[in-house]
């Protein structure tokens, strides 16, 4: 299992940007996927979920509106869109898969800042 994110980035207040994050070892759309972000002196919070049955998805209560996740399965990849972004969303992202266990991938650094 293996999950490889790319897409961040420095981006001004009001801006957008798209997440990536690739899987290999399994298929995106067995698994219920998840983005998950850290920023320093805080706990990792969830971001923003796609389920496997049906691809419902849940947010986080400060990203409903603003940021979207969905999947490719023919790329086996799962997206972050990010719109109207905010300097409080300066954190490390991490992509996440939940088997028998929690699998991550490296993050990838998205700043917010003008």
């Known amino acids: 299992v293996q999950l490889v994110e790319s897409g961040g980035g420095l981006v001004q207040p009001g801006g957008s940007l798209r997440l990536s994050c690739t899987a290999s070892g399994f298929t995106v759309s067995t698994y219920r996927m998840s983005w998950y972000r850290q920023s320093p002196g805080k706990g990792r919070e969830l971001v923003a979920a796609?389920?496997?049955?049906?691809?419902?998805?849940n947010y986080g209560d400060s990203m409903k509106g603003r940021f979207t996740i969905s999947r490719d399965n023919v790329k086996n990849t799962v997206y972050l869109q990010m719109n109207s972004l905010k300097p409080e969303d300066t954190a490390v992202y991490y992509c996440?898969?939940?088997?028998?266990?929690?699998?991550w991938g490296q993050g990838t650094q998205v700043t917010v800042s003008s």
């Open positions: 796609i389920h496997s049955a049906g691809g419902s998805t």
């Open positions: 996440n898969v939940r088997m028998w266990r929690d699998y």
